[in-house]
Nanobody, 120 residues
Framework: QVQLVESGGGLVQPGGSLRLSCAAS????????MGWYRQAPGKERELVAN??????NYADSVKGRFTISRDSAKNTVYLQMNSLKPEDSAVYYC???????????????WGQGTQVTVSS
């Protein structure tokens, strides 16, 4: 019923920038939160940043370097990543807390993930 599609990952050198996008589509009545998690090999998935209503939250490790934004009209969330470090390398997953027309409660939907590799 709901699909989230990420784009924008890739290979970048340390100190470089990338912009991730995630567009939600389907039978969407309302979205009250969108955000990004990441998972590196051998590590647990961790929250990178999210927007809940209009409030933004960031992991301490990315504060001052990453910026999350949302275009509500397009059901799209963005993650601008600057000053990238090798430790930012991971698969980045988008999620949305979505209420559909058929199920009048919020549940999380996930994208398929996009690889970000920071290496020289």
């Amino acid at each position: 019923q709901v699909q989230l599609v990420e784009s924008g990952g890739g290979l970048v050198q340390p100190g470089g920038s990338l912009r991730l996008s995630c567009a939600a589509s389907g039978s969407i009545f309302s979205i009250n939160a969108m955000g990004w998690y990441r998972q590196a090999p051998g590590k647990e998935r961790e929250l990178v940043a999210n927007i809940i209503i209009s409030s933004t939250n960031y992991a301490d490790s990315v504060k001052g370097r990453f910026t999350i934004s949302r275009d509500s009209a397009k059901n799209t969330v963005y993650l601008q990543m600057n000053s990238l470090k090798p430790e930012d390398s991971a698969v980045y997953y988008c999620y949305g807390s979505v209420m559909t027309y058929s199920a009048r409660y919020y549940r999380n939907y996930w994208g398929q993930g996009t690889q970000v590799t920071v290496s020289s």
